[in-house]
């Protein structure tokens, strides 16, 4: 099945601060979401991005479908970044479950 | 608008019970998701209707784990006869599309199995 691999898995941030987050999948995807988790474990969307660049505040995303990868881009990190940054893909087929990528868990300090 | 609802939010029960959680979807949502999130790992999935019919399944563990959705809008996903290894938190969403989509997610219920 397809493997969906995110980089870094733990990353530590000064607050101001800007990152960026990756997202690698090994086949071809429908569809794509990143998602953060709080650290009261909502799950809050944040893209919905099969291709191209999508921007929103201090974050920005961008998928490279034909090489596989999406990127993730947090500016000006604050306190409430703080939390685990996951994407899902969607391969379809016949089906249209997410496989969700192994996520990468942010502190951000204050 | 209202988000996805899941109840009970926690739900601690004996090994060998069985147990019902339930998901209200956003209002509209035409699909609906099941999926498990061990601790410290991303959700995994379980199964998916579109409207009343159950799509895919294949991600239940096993004949213990049922779901339904009999009105095409509030699903229960069952478990019985429940094992220790049944713990973790049960998460539910929703989307407009019946073909992927983006997915909303409700808070999730919390299952401790003792």
């Known amino acids: 099945g397809i493997q969906v691999e995110q980089s870094p898995p733990d990353l530590i941030l000064q607050e101001g601060a800007n990152s960026t987050l990756r997202c690698n999948f090994s086949d071809s995807v429908n569809n794509l979401q990143w998602f953060h988790q709080n650290p009261w474990g909502q799950l809050i969307n944040l893209f919905y991005i099969p291709s191209g660049t999508k921007q929103n505040g201090r974050l920005s995303a961008t998928t490279v479908a034909t090489e596989r990868y999406s990127l993730l881009y947090i500016s000006s990190s604050q306190t409430t970044d703080s939390g685990v940054y996951f994407c899902?893909?969607?391969?379809?087929?016949?089906?249209?479950?997410?496989?969700f990528g192994t996520g990468t868990r942010l502190k951000v300090l204050a | 608008g209202a988000g996805v609802s899941q109840s009970p939010r926690y739900k601690v029960t004996k090994r060998g019970q069985d147990v019902a959680l339930r998901c209200d979807p956003i209002s509209g949502h035409v699909s609906l998701y099941w999926y498990r999130q061990a601790l410290g790992q991303g959700p995994e999935f379980l199964t998916y209707f579109n409207y009343e019919a159950q799509q895919d399944k294949s991600g239940l563990p096993n004949d213990r784990f049922s779901a339904e959705r009999p009105e095409g809008s509030i699903s229960t996903l069952t478990i019985q006869r429940t094992e220790q290894r049944d713990s973790a938190m049960y998460r539910c969403?929703?989307?407009?599309?019946?073909?992927?989509?983006?997915?909303?997610f409700g808070p999730g219920t919390r299952l401790t199995v003792t």
């Open positions: 969403a929703s989307s407009t599309m019946t073909s992927g989509g983006e997915q909303y």
């Open positions: 899902a893909v969607e391969i379809g087929s016949g089906t249209y479950k997410y496989i």
